[in-house]
């Protein structure tokens, strides 16, 4: 092949907010496929309409206490991209944090494993939000 057909590739660099915004997307995709799944267990479905989701109760409160959870880390896509940096910062090691201890709460006494599986994933990626906002320059330019 000639060069004049040869391509190169550039390498463009994505900026830290990008990468938080698109981690913060896919762990939301992880967590409401893990929802979806879930109704394939047997017996879920009759769980639920019943009223009760492993063991709790499902009231208002629960239902507002879900719809805050994932409110909150469906905002944090868009305020990963706005927010002050020194905020953005410490809002995307703190609340991830925060998520993973909620995970591995959630997933004790779980023994499926594609819960396991989705929980581990998730945590990882909660876990990379919290290392490219950890190791976030300080000024532009700065390693």
Not at 9 to 38: S, T
Not at 116 to 132: C, D, K, P, Q
């Amino acid at each position: 092949m000639s060069s004049a057909h040869s391509r190169t590739f550039e390498d463009v660099k994505v900026g830290v907010r990008c990468k938080i915004a698109a981690l913060w997307i896919a762990m939301l995709f992880l967590f409401a496929y893990g929802d979806i799944f879930g109704f394939f267990s047997p017996g879920r479905i009759e769980e639920v309409t019943a009223g009760e989701i492993s063991g709790m109760a499902i009231t208002q409160g629960f239902l507002f206490a879900v719809s805050l959870y994932v409110a909150i880390a469906s905002v944090m896509v868009f305020l990963s991209l706005v927010l002050a940096p020194s905020v953005n910062r410490w809002a995307n090691i703190v609340l991830p944090s925060l998520y993973v201890v909620s995970i591995v709460a959630s997933a004790i006494g779980e023994t499926s494993a594609y819960y396991w599986f989705l929980s581990i994933a998730e945590s990882a990626l909660l876990l990379l939000i919290v290392w490219y906002a950890w190791t976030w320059p300080r000024r532009e330019g700065t390693a």
